[in-house]
């Protein structure tokens, strides 16, 4: 796995009949990743059929692939309530009362619902996992049990906010996951994205300082690989013009202080633990908006482990 020297084009026709084409970027594990022209993102070909992805996500994700998603999310809780905040003091800003309904695709384990509801948001979640689906509930919340599609919206309402936290970078048709999204807000409803921010400058930047391959390259689970940028582009061809950017800590910082966390897994999990000392210090010591103020400064740099956008429906 690498970056490619000489320049590659590659075409690719989907399971839908949907064409892809671009620059070859990385090859990693059986997969190409491409600078798409036509999708206007980077992201892995071969693309999965749909029906055997929502298979592998129903059955096997929480399970399998991510055995300690739950337990690491439930020990994070109170650091992720942090940013989850920021967004929906963002959303309130946005939005008049009455209009506090909101929908969670990809809910997972629940925490942003409960976080929502404590705010006083009427809070749905979808998500696909078993096991993600049941700790939600657990926490006193419906969540329809289901893959995200257009037959899903049949039995959904419809929303002020749609929420949708580290969903597009799994799923092998953004575009349309954002348009239906779309459908199910209400006039200038609020569209919140969270994906990881990949190819970011520090991300280059630690490979090239530390000869690191490029290790966010993660397919077949991550198929989408977007930065500012890109997901900007993409909200706007559906028909959504950016309210607001921003990110969270740039864990790269570790690596380029020459901390490779990327093979070592308690070493990853210190670094992690000590970002949230970071957020939890500025919390404490009264610096809430220096926080959202660093964050979004970070964002306009192109800087920062995440690409969050909070776009409004046109
Ligand atoms: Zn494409």
């Keep these: 796995m690498g970056a490619i020297a000489a320049k590659t084009t590659i075409s690719w026709t989907g399971h839908d009949g949907g064409s892809h084409e671009g620059e070859l970027v990385t090859r990693s594990k059986g997969h190409d990743v491409i600078s798409c022209d ?25 399970a399998e692939e991510k055995p300690t998603f739950i337990a690491h999310a439930t020990e994070d809780a109170d650091w992720a309530a942090l940013s989850y905040r920021d967004r ?17 695709i990809g809910c997972g384990p629940g925490f942003f619902l ?44 419809r929303y002020d906010v749609v929420h949708l936290n580290n969903v597009l970078e799994h799923i092998p048709n953004p575009m349309e996951i954002v348009r239906l999204a779309r459908d199910l807000l209400t006039s200038g409803g609020i569209l919140c994205i969270n994906v990881p921010n990949d190819y970011s400058p520090f991300q280059t930047g630690a490979c090239a300082a530390l000869s690191l391959p490029q290790w966010w390259v993660a397919p ?24 607001e950017r921003s990110t969270s800590f740039p864990m790269e910082l570790f690596l380029l202080m020459g901390l490779d966390y990327t093979n070592n897994t308690s070493l990853g999990r210190a670094c992690h633990n000590q970002r949230k000392n970071f957020d939890m210090a500025l919390e404490s010591s009264g610096l809430r908006e220096t926080r959202r103020a660093f964050y979004r400064a970070l ?14 429906k046109q």
């Design 88 to 104: 929906l003091e963002s959303f309130e800003q946005l939005l008049p009362q009455p209009r506090r309904r909101l929908l969670d």
């Design 299 to 312: 964002a306009v740099a192109g800087i920062g482990r995440e690409a969050v956008v909070i776009a409004v």
């Design 38 to 62: 036509i999708c206007g993102f980077r992201h892995a070909l071969p693309l999965p059929d749909p029906a055997e992805l929502e298979r592998a996500y129903r059955e096997n994700y929480y």
């Design 220 to 243: 077949p689970h991550h198929l989408n690989y977007f930065d500012f940028e890109t997901l900007t582009g993409l909200v706007n061809r559906a028909g959504f013009s950016v309210a």
């Design 114 to 157: 409960k976080v929502a509801k404590e705010r006083g948001w009427s809070a749905e979640g979808i998500e696909p996992s078993r096991q993600a689906a049941a700790h939600a509930r657990s926490l006193g919340f419906d969540v329809i049990e289901e893959f995200f599609n257009r037959q899903a919206c049949a039995n959904l309402g």
